[in-house]
């Protein structure tokens, strides 16, 4: 017997049971979004010369809220142009955290920011989505933070009393 149904308490799946998914993994449209970070890992690369860390997001944008955005950064590689880019990602995205000194991928969990998304075609030729740049929340765009209130200008005795600090036409304050 297989593993499935002893993942599953002695059970199965009855497709009838469990309501479709929505079977659409449309790619979100090129521009900046606003994820919060999830997970960050280290693992070895697909050719096992290096290492990579794996970051899964969640967007919390209105139109695309609960979609999941993955990427890749090179942390150790025999190339050293691609370490080099790598290296240039994580720090961009440690900065776009607000974290000033990043020697921990966990502390990148819970981290809300703004990445900036592009239309590419992945390894099937399908539409999808890659992860092209990182910046902190309220750079620009849905996810800016409410302004903070103005303070308000401290009024003189006159403007508390109604009357005008600016003098008439004939030179001349209201009072004179």
Same mark, same amino acid.
């Given at each position: 017997m297989g593993e499935l149904g $002893?993942?599953?308490d002695g059970g199965g799946v009855n497709p009838d049971d469990i309501e479709p998914g929505s079977g659409t993994f449309e790619p979100m449209p090129a521009g900046w979004v606003g994820v919060e970070i999830e997970k960050a890992f280290i693992?070895?690369?697909s050719?096992?010369?290096g290492k990579i860390m794996k970051v899964e997001a969640s967007v919390f944008d209105e139109n695309y809220t609960g979609r999941k955005v993955f990427c890749s950064i090179n942390i $150790?590689?025999?190339s050293t142009q691609c370490e080099e880019i790598g290296l240039r990602e994580l720090a961009d995205l440690a900065r776009a955290c607000?974290?000033?000194f990043?020697?921990?991928e966990d502390k990148l969990i819970g981290k809300r920011l703004e990445i900036k998304l592009a239309v590419c075609k992945n390894q099937n030729g399908e539409p999808d989505n890659e992860v092209k740049g990182y910046r902190a929340c309220g750079s620009d765009g849905t996810t800016k933070p409410k302004a903070k209130p103005k303070s308000a200008k401290k009024k003189t005795e006159g403007e508390l009393a109604g009357e005008s600090q600016v003098p008439s036409a004939s030179g001349k304050r209201p009072w004179e």
């Amino acid at each position: 017997m297989g593993e499935l149904g $002893s993942l599953l308490d002695g059970g199965g799946v009855n497709p009838d049971d469990i309501e479709p998914g929505s079977g659409t993994f449309e790619p979100m449209p090129a521009g900046w979004v606003g994820v919060e970070i999830e997970k960050a890992f280290i693992k070895g690369n697909s050719k096992k010369t290096g290492k990579i860390m794996k970051v899964e997001a969640s967007v919390f944008d209105e139109n695309y809220t609960g979609r999941k955005v993955f990427c890749s950064i090179n942390i $150790s590689n025999p190339s050293t142009q691609c370490e080099e880019i790598g290296l240039r990602e994580l720090a961009d995205l440690a900065r776009a955290c607000g974290i000033p000194f990043l020697d921990d991928e966990d502390k990148l969990i819970g981290k809300r920011l703004e990445i900036k998304l592009a239309v590419c075609k992945n390894q099937n030729g399908e539409p999808d989505n890659e992860v092209k740049g990182y910046r902190a929340c309220g750079s620009d765009g849905t996810t800016k933070p409410k302004a903070k209130p103005k303070s308000a200008k401290k009024k003189t005795e006159g403007e508390l009393a109604g009357e005008s600090q600016v003098p008439s036409a004939s030179g001349k304050r209201p009072w004179e």
